[in-house]
C-alpha cells in the first residue's frame, strides 16, 4: 500500500514569493492534516480536513498561508508572500477517521527554506 | 486549550542503560495519548498510544502507562540499542486533530 506522498522535497525561496506544497493522502483515509515543523521543534497543526470540508484552520496564519482539498483526496497549501520565519519542514498526515484515536501517517515532508 | 509538556530536550544515554522519556498534559476532556518517533530524515511513526487509566502498551521493546490522576504517559524501555537513537514525540488528541510536545531527542551511544 502506497503511503503519504509529498512534493516537492524541497524547496528555497526569498522574501516575498510564492510556494504550493502538494500532499496525495493513503487511499481510503478521509482526514488530511497538515503541520508546521520547524527546526529542532515538534509538529504544529496548521489544518486538517475531514473529506473536503476544512474542520479547524484557526492556526493557519490566513493572511498569506491556505489549503484546499477540493475533491476530499490530495491537497494543496500555498503560502503567499513567503518570510523567513516560515522556514520549516512541512508534514502532511492522513488517517482514517478524525475523532482522535486514529494513528496518523505522515509523508516524509517538504523543506522550505526562506532565504 | 490542550498541551503537551516534554521537559527533556536531549536525552544521552549509554547503550543497555534503561530509557525514560517525560511527557505531561494539559486537557479539559479524558484524551488519547501517543508517542510518535521520528528518525534521522524519516517522516514520524506512532510507537503507542493509550486512552485508558493504567493501562501498559507496549511496541518493540517501549512501553508507556496512561495515568490520568498525574496527567503523565512517560515513555519506557528496559534496556537502550543504538537504533533507538531518534527523536520522540508525545501527542494528546481529545475528538480533535493531535497536538505534539516539543519532542525529546534521544542519543544512544555505544
Known amino acids: 500500500e502506497a503511503g503519504v506522498t509529498q512534493s516537492p522535497r524541497y524547496a528555497v525561496l526569498q522574501e516575498g514569493q510564492a510556494v504550493s506544497f502538494w500532499c496525495d493522502p493513503i487511499?481510503?483515509?478521509?482526514?488530511l492534516y497538515w503541520y508546521q515543523q520547524p527546526r529542532d521543534q515538534g509538529p504544529q497543526l496548521l489544518v486538517y480536513?475531514?473529506?473536503?470540508?476544512?474542520?479547524?484552520n484557526s492556526q493557519l496564519p490566513s493572511d498569506r498561508f491556505s489549503a484546499v482539498r477540493p475533491k476530499g483526496t490530495n491537497s494543496t497549501l500555498k503560502i503567499q508572500s513567503a518570510k523567513q520565519g516560515d522556514t520549516a519542514t512541512y508534514l502532511c498526515?492522513?488517517?482514517?477517521?478524525?475523532?482522535?484515536?486514529?494513528?496518523?501517517?505522515f509523508g516524509s515532508g517538504t523543506r522550505l527554506t526562506v532565504l | 486549550g490542550d498541551s503537551v509538556t516534554q521537559t527533556e530536550g536531549l536525552v544521552t544515554l549509554t547503550e543497555g542503560l534503561p530509557v525514560m522519556l517525560n511527557c505531561t498534559y494539559q486537557?479539559?476532556?479524558?484524551?488519547?495519548l501517543f508517542w510518535y518517533v521520528q528518525h534521522l530524515n524519516e517522516a514520524p511513526k506512532l510507537l503507542l498510544k493509550?486512552?485508558?487509566?493504567?493501562k501498559r502498551p507496549e511496541h518493540q521493546g517501549f512501553h508507556a502507562t496512561l495515568h490520568k490522576s498525574s496527567s503523565s504517559f512517560h515513555l519506557q524501555k528496559s534496556s537502550a540499542q543504538l537504533s533507538d537513537s531518534a527523536l520522540y514525540y508525545c501527542?494528546?488528541?481529545?475528538?480533535?486533530?493531535?497536538?505534539f510536545g516539543a519532542g525529546t531527542k534521544l542519543s544512544v551511544k555505544p
Open positions: 498526515a492522513s488517517s482514517f477517521g478524525g475523532q482522535g484515536a486514529e494513528t496518523l501517517y
Open positions: 480536513f475531514r473529506d473536503e470540508a476544512v474542520i479547524d
Open positions: 501527542a494528546l488528541s481529545a475528538l480533535n486533530a493531535p497536538r
Open positions: 487511499s481510503g483515509h478521509d482526514t
Open positions: 493509550s486512552f485508558t487509566d493504567n
Open positions: 486537557s479539559t476532556y479524558s484524551p488519547f
